[in-house]
């Protein structure tokens, strides 16, 4: 499908189906969505351990296979993460909504604040969009585009202790530690980092499905299908 | 005389045999992590080198590193290196006073300028004009730029002179500042930890005399061969952590057992460190042995780091307030999902009554 010219507005308008989210979009839509469960709820059990377990420490490796998963994890975190910025430089106009926010721009701004507004009850028709509304674009760049880099960064700056001083981790990331004030503080922002994707999480479902509710266009079908279909 | 002067003549001055100065060089060359051969490299260069003096400064601090430095664990190690040290100058440690000893300062540089090495220990107060560290009637600050002006390199003993320690912690009255945001243009080698070890101690004055170069150092400015893992990736305990065994409280079973102490506040696992391996008093015990938690004492800011008792800790959120990452995450998450909840109610009224009214969506 062509992605219509401003004059073409009409033809939009007369509730045809677009196609905004890529095969690669959404795969990695679901990947992401995935390894933020997993490595939320095993980052969070490497921090807060379990009670102890009893019996020999050889029959155990609890805290071992959690770290590993942790770990398995991150790695698909980032490969995900990689492949959806690639796929923003080489895909349609909506994948590169990903890369930065259209600050620049006052139409950007003045849809920001209409979906504020909308949000506020203060409006009450939302406007239609094609990708992501400008709202959803903000939270998505800065909750998922800069907060993802934070993690990987983070992330990898711990592993890196494991593998130590002069490994591949070590020599890429390693630098954070200092920066962000040594190991104990960088650990405490990874953990805050999760709770902050826990957050977005929460209001980002709550939004998606309400959109499919209430909105006039969907919402958690375009993530599955990949074509955005309007009801007026 | 005392140019051509070895650090083994001094040595057979100070009564330390051929036979005691030989163990010394293949057991610093072990603690150094080198291979056998380099024993006899240490040997050769002490015999021959002109001897390198020290100069021991002393700022803000409690002393604790020249405490331990004077109890090497291997009693011998400790004499040799201490009778090359505190010919020159240590207030601590030696016999002359007042005048007599601010004189010795000058005379090592007329006579090393540019070729002995500074070691401080404590950091310089910088407020008032750094009024709150006065020695010989002056500003500590003074003394030391005065001295690192001269020097070939310096080494920055425990966390005072490292990282601030203590006493610059949170509000940092007298703005005590660590030698390297002080001292900028002479290379600092961090030997940081309240104390450090006597051995590291050691073994790094020793390497930095014998060989005429720094150790390697990492991002940090620390020694490798002592600072490059965490108490944690060498630790006794750590199958207990790997296990999922932890001692709950100080007087459980899982502490009679002896299991890991990340749960009571263990920092081993954030903790540059070499107490895991070298151990502590000649390998008698160290914290973790002892049954108690690492406190992160080698840490850049390790006071300012939350409770020593708790895994996750607190830093600043806003102004002067504190809590831990669990604690401010979750109170985010919970207002997001109070929040969603409320926006979803107040959705759902406006969407029925749309419905009813029959306006367009």
């Known amino acids: ?232 | 005389m005392a140019d051509t002067e070895t650090f083994y003549d001094v040595m057979r001055k100070h009564g330390i045999t051929r036979r005691s100065f030989l163990k010394f060089c293949s057991l610093t060359a072990a603690g150094l992590g080198l291979g056998p051969e380099f024993a006899g490299r240490i040997v050769h260069a002490l015999e021959t080198k002109p001897r390198t003096p020290v100069i021991w400064l002393h700022g803000l601090e409690c002393t604790c590193c020249t405490e331990s430095f004077i109890r090497s664990g291997n009693p011998l190690a400790g004499d040799v290196v201490l009778s090359m040290i505190s010919l020159d100058y240590d207030d601590t440690l030696m016999a002359a006073a007042g005048h007599q000893a601010e004189e010795l300062l000058e005379q090592t540089i007329e006579k090393y300028d540019g070729r002995y090495i500074l070691a401080c220990e404590g950091n310089p107060p910088l407020n008032e004009d750094g009024m709150y560290c006065i020695q010989a009637g002056k500003p500590y600050v003074e003394k030391l730029r005065h001295m690192a002006d001269h020097c070939k390199a310096i080494i920055a003993w425990g966390s005072c002179a490292s990282w601030g320690c203590v006493q610059a912690a949170r509000p940092n009255p007298t703005r005590a500042t660590p030698i390297h945001k002080v001292i900028t243009d002479k290379p600092v080698v961090k030997v940081p930890g309240c104390p450090p070890i006597a051995e590291v101690m050691t073994g790094v004055i020793t390497y930095m005399i014998a060989f005429d170069e720094l150790p390697e150092l990492d991002r940090q400015g620390r020694p490798k061969m002592f600072y490059s893992q965490r108490l944690h990736d060498k630790c006794y305990r750590r199958p207990h952590f790997d296990a999922g065994q932890f001692v709950e409280r100080f007087d459980d079973e899982g502490a009679r057992k002896g299991y890991c102490l990340y749960k009571v506040g263990c920092k081993g696992p954030t903790t540059y460190n070499a107490c895991s391996t070298l151990e502590w008093n000649g390998g008698l015990s160290w914290p973790v042995k002892s049954g108690h938690g690492c406190l992160g004492c080698a840490e850049d800011n390790f006071w300012d780091k939350g409770s020593f008792y708790s895994a996750v800790t607190n830093f600043g959120v806003m102004g002067g307030a504190e809590a831990t990452a669990d604690r401010v995450g979750g109170v985010i998450a919970g207002a997001a999902a109070i929040g969603v909840a409320a926006h979803a109610a107040v959705s759902a009224v406006k969407h029925l009554s749309r419905d009813k009214s029959g306006e367009a969506p």
Do not use: C
């Open chain 1, 1 to 232: 499908m062509s992605i219509p010219a401003p004059e073409n507005l009409a033809v939009h308008h007369a509730s045809q189906p677009v196609y905004v989210f890529e095969a690669p979009v959404r795969v990695w839509h679901w990947v992401h969505a995935l390894s933020v469960v997993v490595l939320s709820i095993t980052g969070y059990l490497i921090a807060n351990p379990l009670p102890s377990i009893g019996g020999e420490a050889s029959e155990h490796f609890l805290m071992g296979n959690l770290r590993l998963v942790h770990f398995i994890a991150g790695y698909v975190f980032t490969i995900g993460f990689v492949v959806r910025v690639y796929w923003g430089f080489v895909g349609n106009r909506y994948s590169r909504e990903f890369l930065y926010l259209p600050v620049w721009r006052g139409d950007w701004w003045r849809g920001l604040f209409d979906e504020i507004g909308y949000y506020l009850f203060l409006r009450k028709r939302s406007k239609r969009s094609l990708g992501h509304n400008p709202l959803a674009q903000a939270a998505m760049w800065l909750f998922n585009f800069v907060l993802g880099i934070f993690m990987i960064v983070s992330g990898f700056a711990l592993y890196s202790e494991g593998l130590g001083l002069g490994s591949w981790a070590d020599a890429l990331f390693g630098w954070a530690i200092p920066l962000f004030g040594g190991a104990q503080n960088l650990r405490m922002l990874h953990i805050l980092g999760m709770w902050l994707f826990i957050a977005f999480a929460i209001i980002h479902i709550y939004m998606a499905v309400r959109a499919d509710i209430m909105r006039r266009q969907s919402s958690v079908s375009a993530i599955i299908s990949g074509w955005r279909t309007y009801r007026d």
